[in-house]
């Protein structure tokens, strides 16, 4: 409900149109422009021929700069994604092929200590079915048998 994102969108979708033009209507220029120039190169003169270079050029310009706009409107929506899919996904991917613990370190979260509590505990061992559990442990964590 807030403004931002809205203003937001708004914004990026000028970037994209205005982006979009300047990206057709440059080309157009940029063609013409050399088209005359080097229709003028090859029957004319060997005099350079500004006046159509200066419209390749400006038309090539144009073309840039939509492109630039192109990829700041889509800039916002990019990095949103890889924040929000891309980067949850390796993470996911790199826990499943550690199998939780982390390669080298990577995929190891916080929460590993509390996950692998089982093993890293060194408390007393279940009579019942063998596992490790905490010093002040009650009943077992593999089992749930009293420790007792
Ligand atoms: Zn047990």
Redesign the pocket.
């Known amino acids: 409900m807030t403004r931002s994102p809205y203003d937001t969108r708004r914004s990026r979708t000028v970037l994209l149109v205005v982006g979009s033009l300047l990206l057709v209507g440059g080309a157009v220029i940029a063609y013409l422009g050399g088209r005359d120039f080097f229709a003028a190169a090859n029957m004319e003169s060997m005099d350079p021929q500004f006046g159509s270079f200066f419209t390749m050029a400006g038309g090539a310009f144009m073309v840039i700069f939509g492109i630039g706009m192109l990829n700041a409107g889509t800039l916002g929506a990019q990095s949103r994604y890889v924040a929000g899919e891309t980067m949850p996904t390796v993470k996911k991917s790199a826990e499943y092929l550690s199998d939780g613990r982390g390669i080298m370190g990577v995929g190891r979260t916080v929460d590993d200590g509390a996950a692998a509590g089982t093993q890293r505990a060194s408390g007393p061992f ?6 490790r ?1 905490d010093e002040d442990a009650r009943f ?6 009293s420790m007792a």
Do not use: F, K, L
Request: net charge neutral.
């Open positions: 279940c009579r019942a079915c063998g596992t559990n077992c964590d593999g089992c749930g048998a």
